[in-house]
């Protein structure tokens, strides 16, 4: 019964900033991944940032690195995403994802092996 809860999401202008949380319950594990994924109308999901809870070590993709940045709190099974200088083409649906038992994998371009997802938040960006 894992469950994932993000919140945060909310219209800004450009270059303006939002922070998202995503609460995680129903697991114990010391070990886990907890990744951001966005989603856009019309196209493919793409991962976004992702924190190993066993060294607190991130990742991000090319189109956030610099201005967004990903944290955890171990203690409440919560990560988060500060998202900085926001742009039009960061306006999706934001979900956060949680691989148990592992760390980050990045391959082909994405995060895999998530075994459980949120239903997501809505950030739009526009003037």
């Known amino acids: 019964q894992v469950q994932l809860v993000e919140s945060g999401g909310s219209s800004v202008q450009p270059g303006g900033s939002l922070r998202l949380s995503c609460a995680a319950s129903g697991f114990t594990l010391d070990v886990y991944a907890i990744a951001w994924f966005r989603q856009a109308p019309g196209k493919e999901r793409e991962g976004v940032s992702c924190?190993?809870?066993?060294?607190?070590?991130?990742h991000y993709a090319d189109s956030v690195k610099g201005r967004f940045t990903i944290s955890g709190d171990n203690a409440k099974n919560t990560a988060y995403l500060q998202m900085n200088s926001l742009k039009p083409e960061d306006t999706a649906v934001y979900y956060c994802?949680?691989?148990?038992?592992?760390?980050?994998?990045?391959?082909?371009?994405?995060?895999?092996?998530?075994?459980?997802w949120g239903k997501g938040t809505l950030v739009t960006v526009s003037s």
């Open positions: 994802a949680v691989a148990l038992g592992v760390r980050c994998s990045w391959r082909g371009g994405d995060y895999y092996g998530m075994d459980y």
């Open positions: 924190i190993s809870s066993s060294d607190g070590s991130t």
